[in-house]
């Protein structure tokens, strides 16, 4: 079309039909529905890194990858650079939608030009100054210009980018819309809460609601909410607005934003990701969508510069309404396909079933042993003989082992514990005597057992501790002393308060006849096996997926009769096995870790956590002897004012925590304590170690004051040790050394951000990491203390949580080493007994015994031998390429590692596969129902042309 004497002619009526689709279809749908849109942004407007004005079609990258263009003004503030013609005529053609000016500015792959904008003021003015002369000149030739629309992007936070977002925003109200009678509308990140997701949260919708015009009024008339992009480019596949993700934005949005002048995204465009490469998400219409579906797109791949078609005989596609988000899945090239839930356990390692967003999920939280025995010479499940004081556990329901690990299957009945002798305090004597019954005796275990040839074996015991205190089992082979566990293990020990756990005592000279003796000891055996060889195997679960590939048929040759024979069709000659999995960056390893709520299952629920022996009260203790005490005083704890009987060392004081920890209905852990008083909740355990703690904590009240304690060497002393606090009295995050005699120091600090200040009282993740003498303190991603030098280094100490002012609350505790890390990235798929291992991430540095990398520090990454990049979402990763099949086979995947999910497992055409979710009219319907009865002002779509066009026979 061009404008001839004032009025608008078809120049070349064909000329509509070489532009891309989605431009081509933008236009007819607009002609033809046009009395059913509202307003309509002009998407030509970017802001260049000065500041100025560019037109948006001409856009370029700069040396830094920032977006630039052709200005628009030119020097004399004239508007050189117009919308195009297509445009124009539709302005002028349907005056009666609100059309608006819409300024792009967003972030390049380098650095960021919303950054330096946000930065400088100055720019702030160009944008602003040249904004004003082109609405001038726009509105004066097409008066139906009624609002300017911002659209500022970029995926990250930085501190205080709300505030300098909102006075800009604020500018461009009192100095271009009001003077020029128009509205402001912004465009913002769809986000679930406050600062939530963090990286998006400049776009805080209640820092920009509360702004204010000259007037007094809400500066921004209306917002515009981006919940089109939910799944992405680079995301797992997965609708552009899934409803329960839609539900939470609409929830945040209702209680930070004006519903009724807030517009919700709607996309309408979906999106096809490749399964057999990890190819990206990339756009797809629905009209796209159709045509494929019907055949009218041909399978192929770009090989370089060079498209290479594929010659086959099916293309399978499969394909269904999803009941969730009402959006359409499709499957082209798919041979079978699994969720989660879809598979078994092959009993091999724990795998853990969960949900996430609507999926279902298997992962293995934490490793177990698998363990290898070869040429097992006696298996000693049973004592032969046990006499004194003996205790038993799980008697009831002992452990069974399969026989694929120890060649038949093999119980062991109960775990048992030879203490030492009971001695009560006699009055009439005034002296310790032992007990009367059995518990009088030290306690003795003892296994008589046979080799066939006597020789060099290795012992592995079957052993259960279940404390860090109760560790260590003393023996002795044919009359050799042994100590099984104690100092013999690592402090990273992965094992304890299992039920048990299979442990390499050594390597040994044995006779045809042997003696294994127990004698008084901490920690608890089951039993013992004697082997050539042994492998402990700590590894994830493993599951198993059913797969049935049928036989497809095709069109044959027609005969004479104008018959058509169906033949079978030929199968690939690859199939791909991807799974849709989230691996993640090595995490140090784990030690002990709680999450509380699994205590909600005891009868003594209140006071559970101050009885579990992992968190020892402050109290006093001693060992059974013959030597007489009388214990008294203010502090007497478990032992109250008697006479006890010791041995040579006495009664001692034991245990780091102190105060009442109690746990609510809710499983989560709280204590409250007043002003010169202080609670902790400390590991009963010191680590000589480097540790990193995480604690998910909550600190409230009228001057609340908490955090982690960290290296508390004097036991039963609650008031020694460094202190990592969040100090809302004060708004800071602290490092406090206390001497264990009233004395503090506060060592360093760092001011908070207005958006932790902001979080007082609501739950924060602390992360403390001490190593080599130094400190690192972390709230959520931000680094407030970095590499402090502790000037008070113990050999030893303890670690927890601490309140000293105020309540907390502590949902999740976990404390791990910083000497070792734990990758969590590698899996196996077995099938036709073939393994193919994938994920392992090539590195400098080695593994230990428990498969973790031997590697003490802050930086894991660091050992890399290339850079990997960790993605926080699920990846279709090809786990393996196999011969094509007809028919039914089995196929293991099991965890190698710790921490990894798979939500879906595929087996498609190597040559290419994948899966597109394309909203529709259902689609449609569905969120839009949800924003209706929130009372939104109405739906935003991305982009017209792009929808599935019955909708707008839905739309009044």
């Known amino acids: 079309m061009e404008k001839v004497n004032g009025q608008w002619v078809i120049k070349d009526p064909e000329a509509i039909h070489t532009w891309a689709d989605a431009r081509k279809d933008m236009f007819i749908m607009f002609e033809r529905y046009h009395e059913k849109i509202t307003a309509f942004g002009l998407h030509d407007f970017g802001v260049n890194p000065d500041g100025s004005i560019y037109d948006y079609t001409t856009e370029t990258r700069d040396e830094n990858n920032n977006r630039i263009g052709t200005k628009v003004l030119n020097e004399n503030g004239e508007v050189v650079r117009w919308v195009k013609n297509s445009l124009q005529y539709l302005m002028e053609t349907y005056p009666h939608i609100r059309y608006s000016i819409q300024l792009i500015n967003m972030q390049g792959d380098g650095e960021s030009k919303v950054d330096s904008f946000l930065d400088d003021v100055a720019k702030w003015d160009v944008c602003i100054s040249e904004t004003k002369k082109v609405a001038e000149q726009y509105i004066a030739r097409f008066p139906m210009i009624k609002d300017i629309e911002i659209d500022f992007e970029r995926a990250y936070h930085r501190e205080g980018d709300e505030i300098k977002f909102r006075d800009f925003l604020v500018r461009m109200k009192n100095e271009v819309c009001i003077p020029l009678g128009l509205g402001l509308r912004v465009n913002l990140y769809a986000m679930t809460g406050d600062f939530n997701p963090n990286y998006y949260s400049w776009h805080d919708y209640k820092t920009l609601a509360s702004a204010k015009d000259k007037n007094g009024n809400r500066a921004i008339d209306e917002f515009q909410v981006m919940t089109y992009d939910f799944s992405y480019a680079g995301s797992a596949p997965g609708p552009s607005t899934p409803i329960w993700w839609l539900e939470q934005v609409l929830e945040h949005v209702k209680n930070s934003l004006p519903v009724e002048a807030t517009w919700v995204g709607n996309a309408g465009y979906g999106r096809r990701w490749g399964l057999d490469n990890k190819q990206p998400g990339r756009t797809v219409t629905y009209k796209q969508l159709v045509m494929w579906q019907n055949g009218m797109y041909v399978h192929n791949h770009q090989d370089g510069n060079r498209w290479v078609w594929h010659k086959q005989d099916w293309l399978p596609f499969v394909g269904w309404h999803d009941e969730e988000s009402g959006y359409e899945i499709t499957y082209p090239h798919l041979y079978d396909r699994f969720d989660a839930s879809m598979s078994t356990d092959t009993g091999k390692g724990t795998v853990n079933r969960t949900t996430y967003g609507g999926k279902s999920i298997i992962t293995s939280y934490f490793k177990s042993q698998q363990p290898e025995f070869t040429g097992i010479q006696a298996i000693l499940n049973e004592p032969t003989e046990t006499s004194g004081n003996v205790s038993e556990i799980y008697k009831a329901n002992g452990v069974m082992i399969p026989a694929e690990y120890l060649g038949k299957d093999t119980t062991f009945p109960s775990a048992k514990r030879a203490n030492r002798a009971v001695y009560l305090y006699d009055s009439g004597s005034n002296s310790c005597v032992r007990a009367k019954d059995e518990t009088g005796t030290d306690g003795y275990i003892r296994f008589d057992f046979n080799v066939a040839q006597a020789g060099k074996y290795k012992l592995i015991a079957l052993v259960h501790f279940n404390t860090f205190v109760n560790n260590e089992i003393n023996a002795r082979l044919n009359g050799q002393a042994l100590v099984i566990g104690g100092d013999n293990l690592v402090e990273w020990w992965p094992f304890y308060v299992d039920k048990y756990a299979w442990l390499e005592v050594g390597e040994f000279d044995f006779l045809t006849e042997n003696v294994l003796e127990i004698l008084p000891s901490s920690g608890y055996i089951w039993g013992f096996v004697v082997c050539k060889d042994f492998k402990q195997n700590f590894l994830g679960g493993e599951v198993e997926f059913n797969a049935f590939i049928a036989p497809f ?89 008697r006479n006890v009987c010791t041995d040579e060392k006495g009664v001692q004081t034991i245990g780091f925590s102190d105060g009442v920890w109690r746990l609510g209905a809710d499983g989560v852990v709280r204590a409250t304590v007043n002003v010169g008083y202080s609670n902790q909740l400390v590991l009963y355990k010191k680590f000589s170690c480097n540790i990193q703690v995480r604690a998910d904590i909550a600190v409230s009240g009228t001057y609340p004051y908490g955090g982690i304690r960290f290296l508390a060497s004097e036991e039963g002393n609650g008031n020694q040790g460094y202190i990592a606090v969040l100090d809302y009295s004060m708004n800071r995050v602290s490092i406090i050394y206390e001497d264990g005699n009233g004395g503090w120091e506060e060592l360093t600090y760092a001011w908070m951000s207005d958006q932790l200040v902001g979080l007082k009282g609501q ?127 089995k196929i293991r995947v099991q965890m190698l590692d710790a921490g990894i999910w798979l939500s879906y497992f595929y087996i498609g055409d190597t040559e290419g596969y994948s899966v597109a979710w394309n909203s529709d009219l259902s689609g449609f319907i569905t969120t839009s129902h949800l924003i209706h009865r929130y009372g939104c002002r109405g739906v935003a779509m991305w982009t017209m042309g792009q929808e599935d066009p019955q909708i707008f026979t839905y739309i009044p």
Do not use: C
């Open 553 to 641: 048929m095709k069109r044959g040759e027609m005969d004479e009769q104008g018959n058509i024979e169906k033949v079978i069709a030929d199968l690939p000659e690859k199939f791909t096995l991807t799974g849709e999995i989230l691996r993640r960056p090595p995490r140090p390893a784990i030690i002990f870790e709680d999450t509380f709520n699994h205590y909600l299952n005891r009868a003594d629920v209140q006071e559970a956590i101050r009885e579990q022996g992992y968190y020892d009260v402050k109290s006093e203790a001693y060992y059974m002897g013959i030597q007489q005490a009388y214990n008294s005083g203010p502090n007497v704890g478990k032992l109250g004012n």
């Open 763 to 889: 739950t924060v993740t602390m992360t403390v990491s001490v190593w080599n003498g130094k400190v690192w303190v972390k709230i959520g991603d931000r680094l407030y203390i970095d590499g402090f030098d502790l000037p008070y280094k113990p050999d030893s100490g303890a670690y927890g949580v601490f309140v000293k002012s105020g309540s907390i609350t502590l949902s999740f505790l976990n404390i791990s080493t910083l000497d070792r890390y734990e990758p969590m990235e590698k899996l196996r798929v077995e099938m036709d007994g073939q393994e193919y291992v994938f994920g392992e991430v090539p590195r400098t540095v080695e593994y230990d015994e428990f498969g973790y990398l031997i590697y003490s520090g802050l930086d894991v990454e660091s050992t890399n031998v290339n850079k990997t990049e960790w993605k926080l979402d699920y990846i279709n990763e090809p786990l393996a390429v196999v011969p094509a099949w007809g028919g039914r086979k």
